[in-house]
């Protein structure tokens, strides 16, 4: 039964604190990514990584740091430099191959809802 | 200016209804468009998507590009209370990176 977790689901962070956040995948995908989705917004990339020991950052990186060092595995913490970090936090993945369709599909995880108190 | 723009609505119809859900972009470079559908506190997932200008159709739903005016719409056919959902429209840039719509919200009323 192939396809992404993310844990926890939900996770309360105190100002000033770093939390990590869970990601894993066994659709042995080479592409991971992260993304922020706010009210009334779309989602918005944080980082993603093609390679193992290899990621970019995307649009709204500041505050955030990630690590590769399994092709399954892909957690996000969220630093205390993140000034606005109450957020849900979705977690994708996708094969490199864009084969004939031209596109490579994203398959998510469930998200996971932080709120910081 | 947002590259893609999408009403966040919500949008509230009657079951049976058509609906219609649209986005507009800017890039006329972009050329692959997609629909995620996003359940409420749940992950988006793959609903269509198009290459370059026409339509799609999978069962109940239609996929429409019109490249001239750098709009794409999403028909929903005989509706259902299970289709109420965020819908997401989204394109492809030159790096392979998605760009999203803001989502529409969408309520089926039974």
């Known amino acids: 039964d192939g396809g992404i977790t993310q844990s926890p689901k939900y996770l309360f962070r105190k100002e000033g604190q770093n939390v990590t956040l869970s990601c894993e995948q066994n659709?042995?995908?080479?592409?991971m990514y992260w993304y922020r989705q706010d009210p009334g917004q779309g989602l918005r990339l944080i980082y993603y990584?093609?390679?193992?020991?290899?990621?970019q950052k995307g649009d709204i990186a500041e505050g955030y740091s990630v690590s590769r060092e399994k092709k399954e595995s892909f957690p996000l913490t969220v630093t205390s430099a993140q000034k606005n970090p109450t957020a849900f936090y979705l977690c994708?993945?996708?094969?490199?191959?864009?084969?004939?369709?031209?596109?490579?599909?994203?398959?998510f995880g469930p998200g996971t809802r932080l709120t910081v108190l | 200016q947002k590259e893609v723009e999408q009403d966040p609505g919500p949008l509230s119809v009657p079951e049976g209804a058509i609906v219609s859900l649209n986005c507009t972009y800017s890039?006329?470079?972009?050329?692959?468009f997609m629909w995620y559908r996003q359940y409420s506190r749940k992950g988006p997932e793959l609903l269509m998507y198009?290459?370059s200008s026409g339509n799609k159709e999978d069962g109940r739903f239609t996929a429409q590009v019109d490249k001239s005016s750098k709009y794409i719409s999403l028909f929903i056919r005989d509706s259902q209370p299970s289709d109420s959902a965020t819908y997401l429209c989204?394109?492809?840039?030159?790096?392979?990176?998605?760009?999203w719509g803001a989502g529409t919200k969408l309520i089926i009323k039974p």
């Open positions: 659709l042995n995908h080479d592409a």
């Open positions: 990584s093609q390679i193992v020991n290899d990621f």
């Open positions: 198009t290459y």
């Open positions: 989204a394109t492809m840039d030159s790096n392979y990176q998605l760009i």
């Open positions: 890039n006329s470079a972009f050329q692959y």
């Open positions: 994708a993945s996708s094969t490199l191959d864009r084969g004939k369709t031209g596109y490579n599909e994203q398959f």
